[in-house]
């Protein structure tokens, strides 16, 4: 067994937190640079080229790229030959959510209760935390800091077997469409297909931690996500919903079994400001 | 094209605005988002004094990063306005002129925008690093204790926002998808 601090947990999650919300990850950066050539909209080109002015900005004095600074989602793979000790693995991952949303000066955006009084925590804790035991002797830890506005406009969908493929599509293009300008885009649209309704939702989630660009290895899903990203860009929405073509820089999808009764979709989208860092220790 | 306009907002100003220009904006806007419309709101029902005034004014839709050592404020780009319709039309009436967010309005905040002669502009979401950088004074006039909430009173210079929905309460929102969409 290896042994492992959890405050290294700690510390590297507040360089994380600090690292994701001001630097914005290559792969979008490269799509949005793509974008301006290919945006038909002039108003269109201009709003992609602030936004990659924004990112410089961001880099430069280390700020956020957006002031919305998330919720912490953190994934994180446990290798099982690793033995934690110096405390507690909750107590660490968010110990690390605090210290870095102070002293990155980043905005605390989570409320103790979603219904009653919505008391502000003060430093962005909790995080959420998605556990998987794996083998090795290692811990990866991913963040993605992810905004509200795009969370909000994210849907589920308990579809037919028999809906299929057409199914699947009308559904994904209905929440893209009906989010119009309100998630920021151009967004990236994570779909999770199949499990259980928790299972369906976090596949979208994961979904979102592609590489823009990069296919599901299934080549048939591949071609959908192609097809998908084609079709959205149909909508006429563009870039911040000005009216372009622009509307997404990728489509990315994430399966899982299903039970024989069940389809269920989720659609998690992503504002451009795509935010995801990984640490392995 | 580019427009320039100062704060506050004219009747001129307003009439010149046209839905999809880009304009620049200098002089002196006020934040609110959620908690902060609440209780503006409150205090209109009850007869009383805002603690700003508000006529003739812009609200910028927006929580702000804390600013870091040596800088004014963090990263302020705007916050999805829809979530404010509800206390829109009783700003509006009010006196208030102009506001600064993103994303869809409701159809009962267009018919107002209208009627009280104002405009809806959208500064672009996800991009606070840039938009602080025409902000060049921040100061809190109202519920310090609402955090990223509370009511900031902002100088900004060449603040670059576009007009979704000018006083005709024609709507880019719809008029743009419309002229790009191709299904």
């Known amino acids: 067994m290896r042994e492992l601090n959890v405050e290294r947990i700690t510390s590297v999650i507040e360089k994380l937190c600090i690292e994701a919300n001001c630097i914005l990850p290559p792969d979008v950066k490269k799509a949005l640079e793509n974008s301006v050539r290919e945006e038909v909209s002039p108003l269109g080109r201009d709003i992609l080229k602030d936004i990659l002015k924004n990112a410089e900005v961001a880099e430069e004095n280390m700020i956020p790229i957006c002031q919305d600074t998330g919720f912490a989602v953190i994934f994180l793979e446990l290798g099982q030959d690793v033995k934690l000790v110096g405390g507690n693995l909750n107590d660490a991952i968010n110990e690390g959510i605090r210290r870095g949303y102070a002293g990155g000066y980043l905005r605390k955006s989570i409320v103790d209760d979603s219904f009653l009084i919505r008391k502000n925590t003060g430093d962005n804790t909790p995080a959420v935390v998605h556990t998987r035991i794996v083998p090795g002797d290692r811990i990866k830890i991913i963040l993605a800091p992810k905004g509200g506005g795009s969370e909000n406009m994210s849907a589920l969908r308990m579809l037919k077997p028999a809906d299929g493929v057409t199914g699947i599509k009308n559904f994904v293009l209905e929440v893209v469409d009906k989010a119009g300008p309100n998630p920021c885009p151009p967004v990236i649209v994570g779909v999770g297909i199949g499990g259980t309704i928790e299972i369906t939702t976090l596949k979208a989630k994961e979904a979102l931690l592609r590489p823009v660009g990069q296919h599901n290895s299934n080549p048939e899903i591949a071609q959908i996500e192609k097809e998908l990203l084609e079709e959205i860009n149909n909508l006429g929405i563009g870039p911040q919903g000005f009216g372009g073509k622009t509307t997404a820089l990728a489509v990315n999808i994430e399966t899982f079994p299903a039970h024989i009764a069940s389809l269920p979709v989720a659609v998690n989208i992503q504002c451009h400001a795509a935010r995801h860092v990984e640490a392995v220790i | 094209m580019t427009k320039n306009i100062t704060t506050p907002l004219t009747r001129e100003t307003i009439n010149s605005l046209k839905c999809g220009d880009r304009v620049l904006i200098d002089g002196i806007i006020y934040t609110a988002r959620d908690a902060a419309h609440k209780r503006l709101v409150e205090i209109l029902d009850l007869g009383k004094g805002l603690p700003f005034d508000l006529n003739d004014q812009i609200i910028y839709y927006v929580g702000p990063c804390p600013a870091k050592p ?34 869809f309005r409701s159809q009962t905040v267009i018919d107002a925008i209208v009627k009280y002669g104002a405009v809806y502009f959208a500064a672009i979401g996800g991009a606070g690093a840039l938009l602080a950088e025409s902000i060049k004074e921040a100061e809190i006039v109202a519920f310090p204790e609402l955090g990223p909430e509370a009511v900031y009173r902002l100088k900004v210079e060449k603040f670059p926002v576009t007009v979704v929905i000018d006083k005709e309460g024609n709507d880019l929102y719809r008029i743009g998808k419309e002229q790009y969409r191709k299904i």
């Open chain 2, 70 to 103: 040596g800088r004014i404020i963090g990263s302020a780009g705007p916050t999805t306005s829809g979530r404010m319709d509800p206390y829109t039309p009783k700003l509006l009436k009010a006196g208030l002129k102009g506001m600064i967010g993103k994303g």
